[in-house]
């Protein structure tokens, strides 16, 4: 069973950054196409990003774009978002999940799931 585990987030100002890691384990990390995904209270989670397995293409939602940067390091089994220029809009549960083929950023073509971690974006 593939399973992913998020960390990095917490609290910061507006205009700070954080950098956010998904670390997979239970298989290889190489064939995976990874999404990032928010969901902030009383809104549905909405896809922010993604990356293929080679990291050859990756596609970002308008609303990140310029801000957010999606790495893949296959060798450690993680997958990182680096966040920068955050807004208060940015508050929301991130998650990270896993595909087999194909990257998208919509929440139903994804079968693994992490739990998710807290960010914050307030001053």
């Known amino acids: 069973q593939l399973q992913l585990v998020e960390s990095g987030g917490g609290l910061v100002q507006p205009g700070g950054s954080l950098r956010l890691s998904c670390v997979v384990s239970?298989?290889?990390?190489?064939?995976?196409?990874i999404g990032w995904f928010r969901q902030a209270p009383g809104k549905e989670r909405e896809g922010v990003t993604c990356?293929?397995?080679?990291?050859?293409?990756?596609s970002y939602a308008d609303s990140v774009k310029g801000r957010f940067t999606i790495s893949r390091d296959n060798a450690k089994n993680t997958v990182y978002l680096q966040m920068n220029s955050l807004k208060p809009e940015d508050t929301a549960v991130y998650f990270c999940a896993a595909k087999a083929n194909g990257c998208s950023r919509s929440r139903v073509v994804y079968r693994y799931w992490g739990q998710g971690t807290q960010v914050t974006v307030s001053s």
């Open positions: 239970g298989f290889s990390l190489n064939p995976y196409y």
């Open positions: 990356i293929t397995n080679t990291g050859s293409s990756i």
